[in-house]
């Protein structure tokens, strides 16, 4: 039975990723600058980041009042709903400054801390996906008309095509890099797109067998990790743990596993 709160935060979810979607895609000037960074001179900010966060807040706040929220570009309110929303308006921001497609809105509603609802809308694919917990993942888009989503069946993990990310320190992404030259000859290759949100959607799709990354925020997977889980895949962290900035690892049912072993042993979740 469909929970009319989670139907309507859906909605809302939808909405707000739309019309900030539209936002970036059609406001971009072209003249767009770097307006702040954050980690390192390359970890940057766009004006159009901050817009689409306002856009976005504004708009829940506007409908339910007494919500939180946790943004990348600094929204932090602690709500009284117990419903708290975590916003990552522009996942893939130096893709954007560069024209680059692969760049999305990602929203996921909590509720009393666990993740209920995730939209992420890419809009240069014109795909948006979304997931209610327990209820399945779901993409509109690319496919004719509304599709299901279900990760891929399992390969050997040799077979395996997994993406990653690095971060903006350079000693950071240099260990990152050092540990993917190791896992490269025992994978049928590794992707780098840009987006975790992206990334951990495309796991959802089948368009990918894996997934992991190192240095990610809550609101840089907090709604695709739902649409992965809903699909189907496996998700969390080092080995027995929950996805974090630690580790974040995704995959099918039958890589999961072995890439997460991989990982731990390989050092992936620290510096």
Not at 46 to 73: N, Q, S, V
Not at 120 to 132: D, H, N, S, W
Request: proline share 6%; with cysteine; hydrophobic share 40%.
């Amino acid at each position: 039975m469909t929970d009319p709160l989670h139907t309507e935060l859906l909605a809302l979810a939808q909405d707000a990723a739309r019309r900030a979607g539209e936002l970036l895609r059609d406001g971009r000037p072209a003249d767009l600058a770097v307006a702040a960074t954050k980690s390192s001179p390359i970890d940057v900010v766009t004006e159009m980041d901050i817009a689409a966060e306002k856009l976005i807040t504004d708009l829940i706040a506007d409908r339910r009042p007494g919500d939180g929220f946790l943004g990348e570009e600094g929204a932090s309110i602690e709500g009284t709903s117990g419903i708290r929303w975590v916003i990552d308006p522009l996942d893939g921001t130096v893709n954007y400054l560069y024209g680059l497609p692969t760049w999305a809105v990602s929203i996921a509603a909590e509720q009393d801390g666990e993740t209920v609802v995730g939209v992420v809308a890419a809009p240069m694919r014109g795909e948006t996906y979304r997931a209610v917990r327990g209820g399945g993942a779901w993409a509109t888009g690319a496919w004719d008309g509304e599709r299901r989503l279900s990760c891929r069946p399992a390969p050997p993990l040799d077979q395996a095509l997994v993406s990653t990310g690095f971060n903006y320190v350079s000693e950071v992404r240099a260990h990152q890099a050092a540990v993917a030259a190791r896992m490269i000859p025992l994978l049928r290759d590794i992707r780098r797109g840009g987006s975790a949100a992206v990334d951990l959607c495309d796991v959802a799709a089948g368009r990918l067998d894996g997934y992991y990354e190192r240095g990610l925020n809550a609101w840089d997977y907090g709604a695709g990790d739902l649409i992965a889980r809903e699909a189907g895949a496996l998700t969390g962290g080092r080995p027995g743990d929950r996805p974090s900035p630690a580790l974040t690892v995704a995959g099918t049912p039958g890589v999961f596993e072995p890439l997460q072993r991989l990982l731990e042993d390989l050092g992936a979740w620290h510096d």
